[in-house]
C-alpha cells in the first residue's frame, strides 16, 4: 500500500477525535490568526494612505514590493517547510509574523502622534524613511504569514482530516467561513475605530491586539499538534540533500526545481486559473479601499461594505461543501469561476456611468494646470481638495456604487472557486511536496499581484482607474479559462455524475523531478 509512515499519519486520527477534542482549538486558532490577518490588512492600507494621501503610489509601491519578495522567496519557504518539523515551522511563522506587525504600528502610531514636529525638526525626508522602514518590516510579516498559510492550510488540515476528502471539504469551508466572519466584523469595527478616533489610537489597537494574540496561538498549536499524533510523523529531508541544505547555491537549485515541479505537475492549470484572480483591482484590498475613499465614501462605510461582501462570501464558503459532493471539485469551481465572471461584468460597466472618474485624457491637462499655477499660491490651495471636495460638492455615487455592488456579489463565486483550487491541489498533492506547491503557488499569486500594482503605479490616478477595471476582467476571465481547461484535461467537463476521488495515494502520483 505505499509507505508505511505515510499509512500511519493517515489512520492514526480518527475522526471522533476531531469532532470532540481537537476541532475547537483548530478552529480557535484560525479565528484568531484571521482576526489579526484581515484587522492588519485594513488597518495598514489607511495607514499607508493617510502618509501620502496625494494619490495611490505608496499604496501601490508597497503592493509592487510585497509582490516581488513573495515572487523571490516563495518556493524558498516552500521548501524550508518541507524539510522542517511541522510544529517548528508553524511556531517560527507565528513569532515573526506577530512581533512583525506590533513593531510596525508602534512605528506608524509615532510618526502620526508626532508628524508635524518630526517634519519640521528632520525635515520632508522623515516621511519617505517612515514609509520605507514600514513596508519593509511589512513585507516580513507578510512573508511569514504565507508561510504560516502554508504550514495548516496546506498540510496541517490534510493530515487531520485523515484521508477523507469529504471531511477535507467542510474542513475548508469552515475555515473560509471563520476567515470571512472575520473580515465581516473586522473592518466595521476598524474603520469605526480610524472615523471615531485617530490612527494613532488605531494603529496602538492593531498592535496591541497581535502581542496579545501569539501568546494564545502559540498554545493551540502546541495542544493540537500534541493531540494529532500524525502530525508528528513527517517524513524531513536529511541534511545535505537539496532541500535541507542551507547554502544559498543549494536554495536557488532547490527554489529553481520546485518551479519546474509545478509547472510538470498537474495541477498547473489549476493553480494558473486561481493565480489569474490576482492580477485585479476588483476586490476588497488596499488599493480598492483607497480609490473608494477618493470617490467620497467615508472609512466608516467602507468597513460596513467590506462586511457585507464578506457575508456574501460566506454564502459562497457554506455552499461550497454541497456543490463539491454533487458536482465535484472541478465542476464546483467552473460554477464559481462563471459566477464570478457575472458579477463583475457590473464593475466593466461602472466606468462609464454617471459619476466615474474615467478620463484617459485629464493626465495632460492636469500637467499644463500645474505649470501655470506655479508660484501663484494656488498649488498650496489645491493641494487642501482630496479632503474638504466631498463637503463642498454633490457627489454623483453612482459609478462607484455599482462597482462595489459588482465587487461586494462577486464574492460568492470567488471563494467558491478558491475553495475548489485548494481542494483540487490538497487532494492532487502528494505530502513531501506540500510545501514547495504551495510556496510557487504562492509565488504565482504575487507574480500577478506584482503585474496589479505595477499597472497602477503607471496609472495612480482616479481618472485613469477605469482601464484597470478592464484589464482586471480580462484576466479574470483568463482564470476561468485556466481552470475549464484543467477539468477538461481532467475529464471532468462530460461526466453525468462525479466519480469518487481516490484521495492520497492514486491521485499524487508524483512527477518526475528534472535534475539540476
Not at 352 to 375: A, C, K, Q, R, Y
Not at 387 to 405: H, P
Not at 454 to 465: D, R, S, Y
Not at 487 to 505: I, L, M
Amino acid at each position: 500500500m505505499g509507505d508505511g509512515a505515510d499509512e500511519v499519519e493517515e489512520d492514526e486520527v480518527p475522526s471522533q477525535e476531531i469532532t470532540k477534542g481537537g476541532a475547537w482549538k483548530l478552529y480557535c486558532s484560525r479565528l484568531l490568526t484571521a482576526w489579526g490577518d484581515r484587522l492588519w490588512a485594513f488597518g495598514l492600507g489607511l495607514l499607508l494612505y493617510k502618509i501620502h494621501p496625494e494619490d495611490l503610489s505608496l499604496i501601490a509601491a508597497y503592493g509592487l514590493a510585497n509582490s516581488a519578495v513573495s515572487i523571490i522567496f516563495g518556493a524558498s519557504i516552500g521548501n524550508w517547510i518541507d524539510s522542517s518539523k511541522r510544529l517548528r515551522a508553524a511556531k517560527t511563522f507565528l513569532i515573526i509574523q506577530n512581533f512583525s506587525v506590533a513593531l510596525d504600528c508602534c512605528l506608524l502610531a509615532a510618526y502620526f502622534h508626532w508628524r508635524e514636529e518630526a517634519v519640521e525638526y528632520f525635515g520632508s525626508w522623515i516621511t519617505i524613511l517612515v514609509s520605507v522602514v514600514s513596508i519593509v518590516i511589512a513585507l516580513v510579516s507578510t512573508l511569514a504569514s504565507a508561510g504560516s498559510k502554508i504550514v495548516v492550510e496546506k498540510d496541517w488540515i490534510v493530515v487531520i482530516a485523515g484521508g477523507d476528502d469529504d471531511k477535507l471539504a467542510s474542513m475548508n469551508s469552515i475555515f473560509r467561513t471563520i476567515d470571512l466572519v472575520c473580515l465581516t466584523v473586522s473592518p466595521v469595527l476598524a474603520g469605526a475605530l480610524f472615523t471615531y478616533t485617530n490612527y494613532v489610537i488605531a494603529a496602538i489597537a492593531i498592535g496591541a491586539w497581535n502581542v496579545f494574540s501569539v501568546f494564545v496561538e502559540y498554545f493551540l498549536l502546541v495542544s493540537i499538534y500534541k493531540q494529532f499524533g500524525g502530525l508528528a510523523k513527517k517524513i524531513v529531508p536529511q541534511t545535505g540533500t537539496p532541500d535541507a541544505s542551507g547554502g544559498i547555491r543549494d536554495k536557488i537549485t532547490g527554489s529553481y526545481q520546485g518551479w519546474v515541479y509545478y509547472f510538470s505537475h498537474k495541477v498547473r492549470f489549476a493553480g494558473l486559473g486561481l493565480a489569474c484572480l490576482y492580477m485585479t483591482v476588483l476586490g476588497f484590498d488596499n488599493i480598492t479601499w483607497a480609490y473608494s475613499i477618493m470617490q467620497c465614501v467615508s472609512e466608516s462605510v467602507l468597513g460596513i461594505l467590506v462586511a457585507v461582501s464578506a457575508l456574501v462570501g460566506i454564502v459562497g464558503s457554506l455552499a461550497f461543501p454541497p456543490l463539491r459532493k454533487l458536482l465535484g471539485a472541478e465542476r464546483t469551481g467552473m460554477v464559481g469561476m462563471g459566477a464570478l465572471v457575472m458579477s463583475l461584468s457590473l464593475c466593466v460597466v461602472s466606468v462609464w456611468l454617471p459619476g466615474s472618474p474615467f478620463d484617459p485624457w485629464l493626465v495632460e491637462h492636469n500637467d499644463m494646470t500645474e505649470v501655470i499655477e506655479d508660484g501663484s499660491g494656488i498649488i498650496e490651495e489645491a493641494e487642501g481638495i482630496p479632503e474638504d471636495s466631498c463637503s463642498s460638492r454633490t457627489v454623483d455615487i453612482t459609478s462607484v456604487s455599482v462597482l462595489l455592488t459588482g465587487i461586494i456579489l462577486a464574492r460568492f463565486g470567488l471563494w467558491v472557486a478558491d475553495l475548489s483550487v485548494t481542494q483540487i491541489m490538497q487532494e492532487n498533492v502528494e505530502e513531501r511536496k506540500r510545501g514547495v506547491i504551495g510556496g510557487v503557488q504562492n509565488s504565482l499569486n504575487s507574480g500577478l499581484d506584482l503585474l496589479k500594482f505595477g499597472l497602477v503605479l503607471i496609472m495612480p490616478n482616479q481618472h485613469m482607474f477605469g482601464i484597470l477595471i478592464v484589464l482586471s476582467f480580462s484576466f479574470i476571465c483568463l482564470g476561468a479559462t485556466s481552470l475549464t481547461t484543467y477539468a477538461c484535461k481532467e475529464g471532468k467537463v462530460d461526466c453525468c455524475r462525479r466519480s469518487k476521488s481516490d484521495y492520497s495515494k492514486a491521485n499524487t502520483t508524483e512527477p518526475q523531478e528534472v535534475p539540476v
